[in-house]
């Protein structure tokens, strides 16, 4: 069954099947567990650090059974160092050998669809059957950088040509496009041209309604951004949910939601953590990015009111406290939004406050500890 983006569904290769979007939940979790990296930069840390830390973070991930890693697009933002995510992917890659790998996703209107076919599919040479390729139509980034990205005065155009930009996308991944059209005898290689392959499952992201009932139209798997937009999450999984229709890669729907947790030994630590990113937002927001600031920085700043109140409808979000707190906090959000799966990020200062919470994230589950990668290559390399 061959299908586009407009028209139909999306094609499915024909070793791929829904197996590769619907996880297995490890341990007691109630829905599979999966990790969403920005390659956070704290200050004192560089950004050789921090993507050493994803190293470190993705093997974890796939030794303690973690569904999948995806790897997050933002731009000109000093505490985050995940600017291009199909270079840190296929770096990933190179270090593990089971768990799912992708993006968080691609913002594709910054870049030409073709350009991400021949990434991704370079991607699924090297790792076969282990990609995904996830999509957002915002420019992760404000809007002067924005712009540049995109080479125009108007980059809101971009996003309002997503859903073209998407039917191109596939049809370069499927090497389909029909007799006659402009890009007909245009193939992105590594592909279809070249012999039969698989290619990733394509996933919608979404903080809104928008790609909420695109995806469900379109029959694809739907990421939404709990963790900055929680309070559209139900809305846009009712809309999605009711937007759906069966495709070739999905007969039902599939979504999952990124949620900030952070485990630790006990809950002042956690909170002690948690307010780093808390502070990090409040300096996004006003226009004064910078590296996720130390606990001590953390501890010290004078929050005025206002940002007081957003420090503490940020902290309201971010799931957080001892194991046993995160464990419940992780179950009664499933239990609220019926999410098929949860998609963890930790964004604070330290390599080592994250990793030691995904470790005991997986213990309170009772997740894997044992089949630790080699980290000698990829599958299939």
């Not at 021949?118 to 992760?140: H, K, S, V």
């Not at 809104?208 to 846009?236: K, Q, V």
């Not at 070739?248 to 956690?270: K, N, Q």
């Amino acid at each position: 069954m061959r299908g586009t983006a407009t028209g139909g569904s999306p094609t499915r290769a024909a070793a791929e099947d829904d197996s590769a979007i619907r996880g297995t939940a490890s341990g007691t979790a109630p829905v599979p567990l999966s990790v969403l990296d920005l390659v956070t930069v704290g200050g004192g840390s560089t950004a050789t650090r921090s993507l050493s830390t994803s190293v470190e973070l993705a093997r974890l991930a796939e030794r303690r059974g973690y569904h999948r890693h995806w790897v997050a697009e933002h731009h000109s933002m000093p505490g985050v160092a995940s600017s291009s995510p199909a270079v840190i992917l296929a770096h990933l890659a190179a270090h593990t050998t089971r768990i799912r790998l992708g993006s968080g996703g691609v913002m594709l209107p910054n870049h030409a669809p073709l350009v991400v076919a021949e990434q991704f599919g370079t991607l699924e040479a090297m790792a076969p059957g282990r990609i995904d390729l996830g999509l957002g139509r915002a420019p992760g980034t404000d809007g002067r950088t924005a712009a540049a990205l995109r080479r125009t005065d108007s980059p809101a155009e971009g996003a309002d040509e997503f859903p073209q930009q998407l039917a191109e996308l596939v049809r370069f991944l499927d090497d389909d496009f029909p007799d006659g059209h402009p890009y007909a005898r245009i193939h992105a290689v590594p592909g279809p041209v070249q012999g039969p392959v698989g290619r990733p499952p394509v996933w919608l992201l979404g903080s809104s309604g928008f790609s909420a009932r695109l995806a469900g139209a379109l029959g694809l798997p739907f990421a939404f951004a709990h963790h900055f937009s929680a309070r559209n999450t139900i809305p846009a999984l009712d809309l999605y949910r009711a937007s759906f229709r069966p495709s070739a890669l999905l007969d039902a729907p599939y979504a999952l939601i990124g949620v900030s947790a952070l485990a630790a030994d006990d809950a002042r630590e956690a909170r002690r953590q948690a307010l780093t990113g808390a502070l990090s937002m409040v300096r996004l927001r006003a226009g004064r990015p910078g590296l996720i600031p130390t606990p001590e920085e953390a501890a010290a700043y004078p929050f005025g009111p206002v940002e007081r109140d957003f420090v503490d409808g940020w902290l309201a979000d971010v799931v957080h406290g001892t194991p046993d707190e995160v464990r419940a906090g992780l179950d009664d959000l499933w239990k609220r939004t019926g999410a098929d799966e949860l998609m963890i990020t930790a964004n604070v200062h330290g390599s080592e406050a994250r990793l030691r919470s995904y470790e005991l994230i997986a213990d309170a589950y009772g997740m894997a500890t044992a089949g630790s990668s080699s980290g000698s290559g990829a599958e299939g390399s």
